[in-house]
């Protein structure tokens, strides 16, 4: 079973940046998908931004022009640099991993979460 193990989280002014990190401990299949959840209070999970094995992107509308996701496959590592921030984006950001083997169902994994909280 992979573990994630997420930093960075933090309380930031409106406009201000941060990077989240997260860290997949063991080797993690080579067709995979990393990404970021987040949970505001009272809020479903949403997806923010995923990042395949082949360095295909999808974010969330919502994020698009302010957030950008990277990797680091020989660190198995995950990053979301965060831009212009605003109150909207305070909530616990979830790290997650998918990954495919040849046979069978793919292997979801999830971090512990981080807070991020914006003031306005």
């Known amino acids: 079973q992979v573990q994630l193990v997420e930093s960075g989280g933090g309380l930031v002014q409106a406009g201000g940046s941060l990077r989240l990190s997260c860290a997949a401990s063991?080797?993690?299949?080579?067709?995979?998908?990393m990404g970021w959840y987040r949970q505001a209070p009272g809020k479903q999970r949403e997806l923010v931004a995923v990042?395949?094995?082949?360095?295909?992107?999808n974010y969330a509308d919502s994020v698009k022009g302010r957030f950008t996701i990277s990797r680091d496959n020989g660190k198995n590592t995950v990053y979301l640099q965060m831009n212009s921030l605003k109150p909207d984006d305070t909530a616990v950001y979830y790290c997650?991993?998918?990954?495919?083997?040849?046979?069978?169902?793919?292997?979801?994994?999830w971090g512990q979460g981080t807070q991020v909280t914006v003031s306005s």
């Open positions: 997650h991993v998918v990954q495919y083997n040849v046979v069978g169902p793919p292997l979801r994994s």
């Open positions: 063991g080797s993690i299949f080579s067709r995979n998908v």
């Open positions: 990042i395949s094995s082949g360095d295909d992107t």
